[in-house]
């Protein structure tokens, strides 16, 4: 597993209280009992932590924790691009 996926899933057993062994990246956010609110505050911390923005349309998107990998990833995909191009935009 790679650092970003390790992290989004120790962030998400921290935040339900369950054991970080029992996540895997095809496991639904919905059997984590992960309502929108919980979307919102986990993309935030990953934001946070990361320095990056995750588009809220993409928030209604994400139902595994893949997914939650995915758009942090992409956004900092995009937030290196921007940096490489010269703008210094996120």
Known sequence: MTE???ECIR???EEKL???ESITLD???ESLAID???RVT???DLEEKYGVEI???KLHQIMTVRDVVVAVQQALTKKQQAI???TGAA
């Open 84 to 86: 490489a191009g010269g």
């Open 55 to 57: 588009p809220e349309a």
């Open 36 to 38: 929108s609110l919980d």
């Open 18 to 20: 369950i054991p970080a």
């Open 11 to 13: 962030r998400i057993a």
């Open 42 to 44: 986990l993309a935030f």
């Open 4 to 6: 970003l996926e390790v």
């Open 27 to 29: 496991t639904s956010l």
